[in-house]
């Protein structure tokens, strides 16, 4: 297997570990990498993970990017379902939560996008485009 991500529980279970890569979808082990299994009913399997994010707050919210957007799992990578609210381009190259708890995501030539969740409020998307020539991050 070809993987180009991974990612661990920050909170909960340290032991479940999740990995993906070009030419598959996602893989989990809830016992520290022996054995795997794959996940993630939803993501077809044309889908290759460009990246990961486990949300902090919520150990079971698992979202994962690709060449064809973002897809959320609310139940721990069994299931997961397209989650591209906003994104204008749909190749995702990588996803990170922030302290506060938003996520936001870098697409290849298309800007970051920024989703907010906050309580008892519809869930917020905003665009960014950086000015040129910047650098947003490095990709492996």
Same mark, same amino acid.
């Given at each position: 297997? *070809?993987?180009?991500?991974?990612?661990?529980?920050?909170?909960?279970?340290?032991?479940?570990?999740?990995?993906?890569?070009?030419?598959?979808?996602?893989?989990?082990?809830?016992?520290?990498?022996?054995?795997? %299994?794959?996940?993630?009913?939803?993501?077809?399997?044309?889908?290759?993970?460009?990246?990961?994010?486990?949300?902090?707050?919520?150990?079971?919210?698992?979202?994962?990017?690709?060449?064809?957007?973002?897809?959320?799992? &609310?139940?721990?990578?069994?299931?997961?379902?397209?989650?591209?609210?906003?994104?204008?381009?749909?190749?995702?190259?990588?996803?990170?939560? *922030?302290?506060?708890?938003?996520?936001?995501?870098?697409?290849?030539?298309?800007?970051?996008?920024?989703?907010?969740?906050?309580?008892?409020?519809?869930?917020?998307?905003?665009? %960014?485009?950086?000015?040129?020539?910047? &650098?947003?991050?490095?990709?492996?």
């Amino acid at each position: 297997m *070809d993987i180009k991500r991974s990612g661990s529980q920050p909170s909960g279970n340290p032991a479940t570990v999740y990995a993906g890569g070009s030419a598959v979808s996602l893989f989990k082990s809830t016992d520290g990498g022996a054995p795997w %299994r794959q996940a993630g009913q939803g993501l077809s399997g044309a889908v290759g993970v460009t990246a990961l994010a486990i949300d902090p707050s919520h150990s079971t919210n698992i979202y994962a990017g690709s060449t064809q957007g973002i897809f959320r799992s &609310v139940d721990g990578a069994l299931t997961f379902s397209a989650f591209s609210i906003g994104l204008t381009n749909p190749s995702v190259s990588a996803l990170v939560f *922030d302290s506060t708890g938003s996520l936001h995501a870098a697409t290849d030539g298309g800007g970051v996008f920024d989703y907010e969740f906050l309580p008892n409020r519809p869930l917020v998307s905003t665009a %960014r485009r950086p000015p040129a020539p910047r &650098v947003l991050g490095v990709r492996q």
